[in-house]
């Protein structure tokens, strides 16, 4: 149970973490209906890690299947972000910071929504 406790506090940390951060990066571009898709979908992710987590803190059995979709949604999401974010390294990023910065950022994001996948799939009782 230490691994799905720890993927359930990860959810919460990154239901908050991603889209703070998604809105530090396109803070001047909120306002633009053309950009909405381009962060909303980061609140999505926010919301379904943050329910996730929820639904697991409240039981750890029956919400374990909640936290493995919602892992497996923000991996599937952040996949896409990481290598869409690695054919633009030449062009500006609307982020504060340069776009390898964001590459950067983006593959560690990607690593710990991998392994906290893995850790919430862990079978109950090996840990």
């Not at 506090?9 to 803070?27: K, M, N, Q, S, Y």
């Not at 909405?36 to 890690?49: E, Q, R, S, V």
Request: glycine fraction near 8%; proline fraction near 4%.
């Amino acid at each position: 149970m230490r691994y799905l406790r720890t993927s359930m506090f990860l959810a919460f940390t990154g239901g908050i973490l991603v889209p703070v951060l998604e809105t530090i990066r396109r803070w001047h571009q909120l306002a633009d209906l053309h950009y909405f898709i381009n962060w909303f979908d980061d609140y999505i992710m926010g919301a379904f890690l943050l329910f996730a987590a929820w639904k697991t803190y409240r039981s750890l059995e029956t919400g374990r299947p909640y936290l493995c979709a919602a892992w497996g949604m923000a991996t599937g999401m952040m996949f896409l972000s990481f290598f869409g974010q690695l054919q633009y390294l030449d062009q500006d990023d609307p982020a504060p910071v340069s776009s390898m910065t964001v590459a950067m950022i983006k593959g560690a994001l990607l690593l710990g929504c991998v392994w906290s996948l893995v850790l919430a799939l862990k079978r109950p009782g090996k840990g």
